[in-house]
């Protein structure tokens, strides 16, 4: 599976307090984020119907390490 990167822009307000979130529930920013879009695939498939492909919303699914 390849991993991709995607730059945002936030408000600093922001992502101090999605820090603070990740922080309390273990994880990096980057982590806490995945769990949140994760959560949004997994609600618009239950909605709208399934999206094709091969990765599944429900399981955290960690990027392999650099070699």
């Known amino acids: 599976m390849a991993t991709k ?8 307000e922001m992502l101090k307090k999605i820090g603070y979130v990740a922080d309390y529930e273990g994880r990096s920013v980057n982590s806490h984020i995945l769990v949140l879009v994760r959560e949004n695939i997994r609600q618009f498939e239950q909605a709208h119907g399934k999206i094709e492909g091969d990765i599944r919303p429900d399981i955290n699914v960690k990027p392999g390490k650099k070699q």
């Open 5 to 12: 990167s995607v730059s945002i822009r936030i408000e600093e």
